[in-house]
Nanobody, 121 residues
Framework: QVQLVESGGGLVQAGGSLRLSCAASGSFIDINPMGWYRQAPGKQRELVAIITSGGMTNYADPVKGRFTISRDNAKNTAHLQMNSLKPEDTGVYYC???????????????WGQGTQVTVSS
């Protein structure tokens, strides 16, 4: 029903910036919230940031002040601006979306395939 496609990952030097994008497509009524998770090698997937359709945001402590999540509700896209990147930010970043596809039903969670972010020191 829903497909999430991430883009914008790559290799960057410590202190640099990357901007990730997530585009949602398919049949749905509403997507709320959207967010980004990441998974470092050998570690569990962890929340990075989430944003509601109303613009309320939450960030994991390690990225506060450095990352900014945003979304365009009309385009069904979300973005993650990552500044002052550190080697510990390295990992696969996944877009997440809680999607309402039917009225009177609960929301379903969807994941993108992930985009690699590598920060070199």
């Amino acid at each position: 029903q829903v497909q999430l496609v991430e883009s914008g990952g790559g290799l960057v030097q410590a202190g640099g910036s990357l901007r990730l994008s997530c585009a949602a497509s398919g049949s749905f009524i509403d997507i709320n919230p959207m967010g980004w998770y990441r998974q470092a090698p050998g570690k569990q997937r962890e929340l990075v940031a989430i944003i509601t359709s109303g613009g309320m945001t939450n960030y994991a402590d390690p990225v506060k002040g450095r990352f900014t999540i945003s979304r365009d509700n009309a385009k069904n896209t979300a973005h993650l601006q990552m500044n002052s990147l550190k080697p510990e930010d390295t990992g696969v970043y996944y877009c997440y979306a809680a999607v309402l596809t039917h009225s009177l039903r609960g929301r379903d969670g969807y994941w993108g395939q992930g985009t690699q972010v590598t920060v070199s020191s």
